[in-house]
Structures are given as C-alpha cells and as structure tokens.
C-alpha cells in the first residue's frame, strides 16, 4: 500500500508542479513532437481450461490473442459454452470495425515511420513518438500469422524496423521512438508495483520479439503513463 501512495503522490505531484517547472524560465524553449498512441486490448483472453493437464511441462499457457479470439468467434469448439443471448458465440466484438480500417492499419504499420521521415527532413531535431503497446503487437502479429485480414502480413513491422535505430536527429537520437509503455495500458497508480514492473517488462519483451523491432530495440528514455 505505502508504494501503491508512493505512485499515486507522485503521479499527483508531477502533474501539479510542470506548469510551475516550464513557467519558471521565461525564456526557455518548449519543444513540440509528433506522438503516437497505439493500443488495442485484448477484447477475449480466453483460455481453455480443458486442455491445461494435456499441456507438456513448458508449454504455452496463456490467453488468446484477438487473432486467435476471432478465429474462435468464426468456428466454436464443440464445447464451447459463452453465448451471447441470441445464440451467438462470444465475444461480442467485431474484429473487422475495429482493425479494418485506415486509422488502425496505417497508424499501427507505416505511418509513424511516414511521420518521422518527414518530421526528420523539414525538422531534423524532432522526435515521433510513439506509444506502441505490447498487446497491440501480439495481437497484430496473430493476425498476421493466421491470415485474418489481407493488410496484416508477415512482415507487418518492417517499416518499424527499418526506421527506428536508423533515422537519427541531428543530435543523435531515435527520429522514430517507441517509448515506455505499459503492456496491457496498466494504470500504474491503480494495479500497484508488482503488476506494474511486470507489464513494464511484458512490453519491452515484446518490442524485442523478430517480429516487431527485434535487434533494433533500445530502451527508452521516454515513458507514458495515463493516470
């Protein structure tokens, strides 16, 4: 609990004093950047419990991705019991209304590199930033995998990879960057510590995964935190 009040005080205590902290100095320069904020949850973490003595020892357990939750939705285990009232299997969410769309494709594919590029060449100091949560990865990346959509194919991050550790400003930093961010989009001053390092540790994991950025990860110096 004392750490749970040491988030929350400190959470508090920031967003108090930077309208103080930027004011103080009236001559000095606000910075200005163009920043991302991609997150999509996972709308049904279902998990079989059925198959959990089958699973060899080191065997995935785990939830499902919305790849995996969509490919369930379409074809219902014989056994499947969640229903919504009209028959129909859960969940109710419509896969296609939230990823098929420019929005979502675009902001979650080639757009932040687009953005960092150009941002790069007319502003050669400025950063993209981008939130790019653990969850929104793993679940692109399951539709890439299982052919869900025609636009999510391997190869879906290949504009984050060859941008980020790439592009540079002219003081040397990422022109594209994927700062802290929590995996799930925890919100720190709510689940306390313990959750919170783990999902801290879920997305950088992520971010490290072939699939996304690979050997071009570094850590951030960067974090968002919604509170």
């Known amino acids: 609990m004392k750490a749970q009040k040491k988030y929350l005080s400190l959470a508090i205590g920031l967003a108090l ?3 103080f902290a930027w004011t103080s ?4 320069t606000i910075a200005a950047t163009h920043i991302y904020h991609n997150h999509m949850p996972n709308f049904w973490p279902y998990y079989d419990t059925s198959t959990y003595d089958s699973t060899p020892v080191g065997g995935a357990i785990r939830y499902m991705y919305d790849g995996q939750a969509k490919a369930l939705k379409a074809a219902p285990p014989a056994n499947y019991k969640y229903l919504l009232k009209n028959g129909n299997p ?3 969410d419509d896969f ?5 769309h420019d929005a979502k494709r675009n902001a979650y594919t080639s757009w932040p590199a687009q953005t960092a590029k150009s941002n790069s060449a007319s502003h050669p100091l400025s ?3 981008v939130t790019m949560s653990g969850a929104v990865i793993n679940n692109i990346q399951s539709f890439a995998e299982l052919g869900s959509f025609d636009f999510y194919k391997s190869g879906w991050a290949s504009d984050w990879k060859n941008t980020v550790g790439t592009l540079k400003t002219t003081n040397g930093f990422n022109a594209l960057e994927p ?3 929590t995996g799930h989009h925890s919100m720190g001053p709510l689940v306390g510590p313990k959750y919170f390092l783990k999902d801290l ?5 992520t971010l490290q995964q072939d699939y996304f950025l690979g050997s071009k990860f570094k850590s951030s110096k960067g974090f968002f935190q919604q509170n």
């Open 17 to 19: 004093a930077s309208p």
């Open 25 to 28: 100095a009236a001559n000095a």
């Open 90 to 92: 859960m969940p109710h």
């Open 96 to 100: 296609d209304e939230y990823y098929d």
């Open 127 to 129: 950063q993209t930033q």
């Open 179 to 181: 700062i802290h961010f």
């Open 201 to 205: 540790i879920f997305q950088n994991v």
